[in-house]
């Protein structure tokens, strides 16, 4: 069985910085791309940064400068660095990973860790 969990998440000041961390456990021969999604209240889930095994990195345009993400393979970590926070970035921040389970890549999603900027 494959978990992802997330931690770091709070309530914060519009301006401030958090620090997201999400680690994969159980089973499996690597993990590919790994990334956050964040989905607000009657609103799509949506992509706010995925990074590839290789270091590849994707931004959302509305996080691009801001948000940094990283990994740590050796932990199968990934990182979420938010810096200059906006009331806008409140949501629900998801863990996602590709990984490799047998012959099979599998997408797996952490529960969630809520987001709070006050303005």
């Known amino acids: 069985q494959v978990q992802l969990v997330e931690s770091g998440g709070g309530l914060v000041q519009a301006g401030g910085s958090l620090r997201l961390s999400c680690a994969a456990s159980?089973?499996?021969?690597?993990?590919?791309?790994m990334g956050w999604y964040r989905q607000a209240p009657g609103k799509q889930r949506e992509l706010v940064a995925v990074?590839?095994?290789?270091?590849?990195?994707t931004y959302a345009d509305s996080v691009k400068g801001r948000f940094t993400i990283s990994r740590d393979n050796a932990k199968n970590t990934v990182y979420l660095q938010m810096n200059s926070l906006k009331s806008e970035d409140t949501a629900v921040y998801y863990c996602n990973a590709d990984i490799i389970v047998a012959v099979f890549l599998e997408t797996y999603w952490g529960q969630g860790t809520q987001v709070t900027v006050s303005s």
């Open positions: 990074i590839t095994s290789g270091g590849s990195t």
């Open positions: 159980g089973s499996f021969f690597s993990a590919k791309g």
